[in-house]
Structure formats: structure tokens, C-alpha cells
């Protein structure tokens, strides 16, 4: 088949087999280069881009398998055929593993390995066509609602009961975690979706503004108000107000509020006359709302009249099993949005991703895959994609201390362990992925430190 624009490298330690494939290849209309070691392979690979790359398995100095991890690493994304003399279904399997888009024992017929190369290329034709397919999609507006945790299950059953009903919602939880992304899920699967949605942030603005944003203002009422303006509760008549960062509200508008909700009428600063107003009212805060109370920042009637239907949204820490579904959505959409061919991400990356404290959760999460995919020069993103996009831990005085005091390896192995833990409230199964090792071997490392068997 003719396929000009279709490049091939060669590597093979016979100098016989390599001109006997690039000649076949060539008179097959593919534009075929050579080389006898993996060494000069990888010089080759440096400098110019191959359609695929076609390898033996056994060479000197470096197996094919060990070839296609190198190629992996500065290529992520490149098509590699292995093939072999000493074939069996075990290296088969082990070349499919080391991520080898195809597998051919030796000898076989040229056309073996022309079909071999199509495979190869239609796999990557589909891949790119998929790209293409996801950027002519509207992007759901809860896209960061994967629910394959029970945390998150929890929390998203309970928003869908929830948004049937007219009773006040209140959604806790971590900076970033998607509250504001379940006050939309809870609007839109209400029988208000097709009014307003409006959104206050409450920590946003100055104590004396927020009175007159969530009530209106009368004009004349103090000398920059030339004309009446609506508050929002007006303007979310009939739909939803979204009130974040409740436990920040100025606690002299907190009377006014606590009426509104109770009697459904507001009163603009400075008019006379109220009006009626049909609001669902959704609260967020990142702070516990009975911490507010206790400091008296916070009303006790208000709180009880917020604290009706609580939802809990989980830190990203605590729903590791969402984050491969949250990283591939937001790959499908970002890379969508900037245009780039970027299809997934490299198993190491993922593994890396997962070991991640996200302090900034899902908003967190978000930055860096942007981050990336703008980025990256590869269409899967690699691990070199991600290192630069997180800040460096902070906490790190406990490392200086383990040097000053020049504990052996172990100690501070045992330190690190009982930090991880404490850090994920003493869940073992969740420290085992934060560290990357399972239970068992976490449960004998506490075991040689005196520590108890996970639950």
C-alpha cells in the first residue's frame, strides 16, 4: 500500500535483516531508515519523528524491551513493532505490557509486518479521530462530578434527593473539593433549572456592600445610588441563590437574611415597601459552620435555618478512586478546549498523580492537567509533564531534623509512614496509596514498628 508520508526506523544487531526490511519497505512507498543498536535508535529518535518504530527483542547492550521504555520516555506516544526469533506467548504478553503496539516472530513474511505497521497506524488514526470527536462535544457542566467512591456516591445520592425538595441546602467541605459545582448539579435537577442560578460570595466583598448586593437599593438612599437596583434575591426569583462561604457572612446582615428566608420578602435599603420573593436557598463553607457558631461569627437561629439538608463533599485525598475518571474528563475536555491531540495519560504519571495530598483538591487537580496539557509536547502526558506543576511541600522540617539527627534509613522510613498516616486520619488503606505499596506490606511495616494490624 502506498503511504508516502508514512516513516519507519529500523532497529535490528543483523546487518542483513535491517537492509532486507528497509529495502522491502521502500519499494512498498514507506520512507524506511536503518540502524544495528538501540544506542544509535534512540539518537535517531532524538532528532526526528518515525510514523512507528520496528525493533528486535534480543540485541546487545539493550533488550527491546528495555529499548521501548527508553522510546516511551522521551516519546510517549510512539508506535513500537518488536520482533523476534525466540518467540513465545510469555514475551508476547511482556512486549504488549512494555507497551509495544504489536508482536512478530521470526521469521515471517513481509506482509506480516506490513499489516503489523497499518494496525498500528489505524490504532493511532482512531485515537486522534476520538481527539477530534471529544472537541465538537458541549462539555457537561458537572463534569468533576465522578461519584466511584462511597464518599462520593453519598454525597451526590443525597444532592439528587435533595434538589426535589424546596428545603435549604448546605455543602461542607475543603477549598476546591466542587462545592460550587454541586449547588449547579442540585439547581439543574431541580424544578427551578430553567430560572436563575445566582452566586455570592460572601467573603468577597466588604461588610457594608453585601447587604445592598443580596436586597437591593433604593435610589437616593445614600448619595452614589442614582437609580434602584435589585438585589439578588430578586434576581434569583423563582430559581436558586447560592451563597458561598456562609460562615464569612457580615454578622450584621445576618438578621436581615434570617427574615428573607423565613418570610420570603425582601426589603431594598432604603424603600419602604417589601417584596415577595420565591427563592431556593443553597449555603457552602470550607469551614465548620459549629466552629463559626462557637466564635459567634455566626447566628444561632441562621444556623439552624442553613443547617437543614448538610452535604459533606469529601477531600480528593479521601476519593482516590474518582481521580483517574476526574483526570480523564478533564483531559477530554481541556485538550478539546486548547486543540491539542493530548489522549491520555502515562501509567507512571497516573501512579504518581494518585500519590498526590491535593491540598487544593479538585480545583488543584484541574490547575496542573491544564497546566500540562498546554504544555506537554506529547499526546499522553508523561511523568516530566506533571513534577513542575505542584508546588513543593511545605512541611518539610521533619527531613531537615531526620538529617541533623543522622537517623539510619529505617527510622526515618518508620517517621515517614506514621506522618503519611496521621495525615490521612490513621486510614490505612488510604496511606497505602499515598506511599504506593498495598495493605500487607504497610501492615509489616507497622508490625516492625510495634504498630496494629490494618483494619
Known amino acids: 500500500m502506498k503511504r508516502p508520508q508514512s516513516s519507519v526506523l529500523v532497529v535490528d544487531d543483523d546487518q542483513g535483516v535491517v537492509d532486507w526490511l528497509v529495502e522491502e519497505l521502500s519499494e512498498r512507498h514507506w520512507s524506511a531508515v536503518g540502524v544495528t543498536s538501540p544506542h544509535l535508535a534512540l539518537e535517531e529518535i532524538a532528532h526526528r519523528s518515525f510514523d512507528v518504530v520496528v525493533s ?9 524491551l ?41 521469521p515471517f ?71 460550587s459545582v454541586l449547588a449547579r448539579f442540585v439547581h439543574h435537577h431541580s424544578g427551578r433549572r430553567d430560572r436563575a442560578l445566582v ?25 452614589d445610588a442614582r437609580e434602584d437596583r435589585a438585589g439578588l434575591f430578586v434576581q434569583a426569583d423563582g430559581g436558586t441563590l447560592f451563597l458561598d462561604e456562609i460562615a464569612d457572612m457580615p454578622t450584621e446582615a445576618q438578621p436581615k437574611l434570617l427574615l428573607a428566608l423565613e418570610t420570603g420578602s425582601v426589603r431594598p435599603i432604603g424603600a419602604s415597601d417589601e417584596r415577595k420573593v420565591d427563592v431556593r436557598l443553597i449555603a457552602a463553607t470550607n469551614r465548620p459552620l459549629e466552629e463559626a457558631l462557637r466564635e459567634k461569627r455566626i447566628r444561632a437561629d441562621l444556623y439552624h435555618r442553613l443547617n437543614v439538608i448538610r452535604i459533606e463533599i469529601p477531600a480528593l485525598r479521601e476519593r482516590l478512586e474518582d481521580l483517574p475518571r476526574l483526570v480523564d474528563d478533564a483531559l477530554q475536555r ?8 493530548v489522549i491520555g495519560v502515562s501509567t507512571e504519571a497516573m501512579r504518581w498523580l494518585m500519590r498526590q495530598p491535593w491540598p487544593g483538591n479538585v480545583r488543584e487537580l484541574m490547575n496542573v492537567i491544564e497546566r ?9 502526558l508523561v511523568l516530566d509533564d506533571f513534577v513542575d506543576g505542584l508546588e513543593a511541600p511545605q512541611d518539610d ?5 531526620a538529617a541533623t539527627q543522622s537517623l539510619p534509613l529505617d527510622e526515618v522510613e518508620r517517621r515517614y509512614i506514621r506522618k503519611v498516616l496521621d495525615q490521612c486520619g490513621g486510614n490505612k488503606a488510604r496511606a497505602a496509596r499515598v506511599l504506593g505499596v498495598d495493605r500487607t506490606t504497610l501492615w509489616r511495616k507497622l508490625q516492625s514498628d510495634g504498630g496494629p494490624e490494618p483494619e
Open 372 to 380: 500540562a496539557v498546554t504544555l506537554t509536547d506529547h499526546d499522553v
Open 199 to 223: 452566586q455570592l460570595n460572601c467573603a468577597a466583598l466588604p461588610a457594608g456592600l453585601v447587604e445592598a448586593e443580596l436586597f437591593g437599593v433604593k435610589r437616593g438612599a445614600y448619595t
Open 66 to 106: 528495555e529499548l521501548v521504555q527508553a522510546i516511551h520516555a522521551r516519546r510517549a506516544a510512539q508506535l513500537v513493532v518488536l520482533m523476534t526469533a525466540f518467540g513465545s506467548i510469555e514475551l508476547a504478553m511482556q512486549c504488549v505490557r512494555a507497551g509495544a503496539a504489536d508482536f512478530l516472530a521470526k
Open 397 to 401: 522540617a521533619w527531613f531537615a531534623d
Open 56 to 64: 528486535d527483542v534480543e540485541m546487545p547492550g539493550m533488550r527491546g
Open 334 to 341: 481541556l485538550a478539546a478546549r486548547a486543540e491539542r491531540p
Open 109 to 179: 513474511p513481509i506482509d506480516a509486518l506490513l499489516h503489523a505497521l497499518e494496525r498500528a497506524l489505524r490504532e493511532r488514526t482512531m485515537r486522534k479521530e476520538i481527539v477530534r470527536l471529544r472537541s465538537s462535544l458541549t462539555a457537561s457542566p458537572n463534569h468533576e462530578l465522578v461519584a466511584q467512591s462511597t464518599g462520593m456516591r453519598r454525597a451526590l445520592d443525597l444532592a439528587q434527593r435533595a434538589a426535589a425538595s424546596r428545603a435549604t441546602v448546605l455543602l461542607t467541605g475543603e477549598s476546591g473539593v466542587g462545592k
